[in-house]
């Protein structure tokens, strides 16, 4: 199972994803986006490529909220995955994410809000930020990540480009 996964795109108007991107896209199984799509024509886009999930981040508006929610869990493989955009007041975006879903509750937790590319075990999930593939801010690469689910294991990758 090969999840493409992306987080704040923050699209004001969509041009196409990024060719690096777009390549990826072509052969997922699954494509996780974890908020601020800013254009339901990002999710239109995405869902030209195969079946998307994902949940709404702080700056996406009424027409992106009616499409997903602002958490989810999904089952994958035996795999429970939790996917939520991460944003809020206080603690780091890694803290809030975390404390979204009960300890034990999910295997992974994809999250965005940050744009900082993030993968680590905390308690007993992994907790997986891509980064963004279009807004970098002060970082030097944009990113996205390809998680893999194979033989009971879950494996992440960022993949980095300029």
Not at 44 to 68: F, H, Q, T
Not at 88 to 116: C, P, Q, Y
Not at 136 to 160: A, C, M, V, W
């Amino acid at each position: 199972m090969k999840i493409v996964c992306l987080a704040d795109t923050h699209l004001k108007k969509f041009n196409g994803f990024p060719q690096i991107l777009e390549s990826q896209l072509t052969s997922a199984d699954l494509i996780i986006h974890a908020g601020d799509w800013q254009t339901i024509d990002v999710y239109k886009a995405l869902c030209s490529y195969g079946n998307v999930e994902g949940v709404y981040g702080n700056v996406d508006g009424d027409e992106i909220k009616k499409l997903v929610p602002e958490k989810k869990i999904i089952k994958i493989e035996g795999k429970r995955i939790g996917i939520v955009h991460g944003d809020g007041i206080g603690k780091t975006t890694e803290k809030r994410a975390l404390e979204s879903f009960m300890e034990g509750e999910v295997d992974l937790i994809i999250f965005g809000h940050s744009h900082i590319p993030y993968s680590r075990f905390s308690k007993r999930s992994l907790l997986f930020n891509p980064g963004s593939p279009t807004a970098k801010r002060k970082l030097p690469y944009y990113s996205f990540g390809i998680i893999t689910i194979k033989n009971d294991q879950i494996e992440t990758k960022h993949i980095y480009f300029s």
